[in-house]
């Protein structure tokens, strides 16, 4: 079955203490991006990567790192978390930007205390 | 900058009809749209690729301006199962950036 795996799907954490989202597609998909979603401010892309080793930065970057080792992993990685990102996570990936749908993990909801 | 969707929020009885649209500040390759049932996963409806262009889906139907840069989701005679959170995506020449979303309930 075509999916987009994340892991884990809840997580509570205090400040500062490192931690990783996980992130797995099994289409061989080019694109893979994250976004961030809280209320009232829809999906806010945090990083995307065109393919392996090709990363760039979204709208809201700042926090977080990510890596594109293999096509199909795109790990988001906090590594001194805040309260302030403390929100729902979503990977998301395409064989196209623009002309293929985006095919989105169920999420991550992240609280960081 | 994300595009804008309007209106944020539209509550129907089903049977009746709603438009959301949205809108760019930018020039378009193309606009997508999207509908999320609370607590899930953003659930793909359609791409649009040109100006001009007219899609449907059921009876979910969409349009793009590209000279306008915009784009209107129309949903004819809603169903309960139409509710939850509808947001645009506009690819750009640079990214593919999301609004901020529009809430759609569906009542009896």
């Known amino acids: 079955e075509a999916q987009v795996t994340q892991n884990p799907r809840y997580l509570i954490t205090v400040t500062g203490k490192k931690l990783t989202v996980t992130c797995s597609q099994n289409?061989?998909?080019?694109?893979m991006s994250w976004y961030r979603q809280d209320p009232g401010l829809g999906l806010r892309q945090i990083y995307y990567?065109?393919?392996?080793?090709?990363?760039d930065k979204g709208d809201v970057p700042e926090g977080y790192k990510v890596s594109r080792k293999e096509k199909r992993n795109f790990p988001l990685i906090l590594e001194s978390p805040s309260p302030n990102q403390t929100s729902l996570y979503f990977c998301?990936?395409?064989?196209?930007?623009?002309?293929?749908?985006?095919?989105f993990g169920d999420g991550t909801r992240l609280s960081i205390l | 900058q994300q595009p804008v969707q309007s209106p944020q929020a539209v509550i129907l009885r089903e049977g009746e009809d709603a438009v959301i649209n949205c809108s760019s500040s930018?020039?378009?390759?193309?606009v997508h749209w999207y509908r999320q049932k609370h607590g899930e996963a953003p659930v793909f409806l359609m791409i649009l690729l040109k100006g001009g262009e007219q899609k449907g889906h059921d009876k979910i139907s969409a349009s793009f301006n590209e000279k306008k840069q915009q784009s209107s989701l129309y949903l004819t005679a809603s169903q309960l199962s139409y509710s939850g959170t509808y947001f645009c995506g506009t690819e750009t020449p640079d990214k593919l950036i999301f609004g901020t979303g529009t809430r759609l309930q569906v009542f009896p």
């Open positions: 990567s065109m393919n392996v080793e090709v990363t």
């Open positions: 289409m061989n998909h080019e694109y």
């Open positions: 998301a990936s395409s064989s196209n930007r623009g002309r293929q749908p985006q095919h």
């Open positions: 930018k020039a378009l390759y193309s």
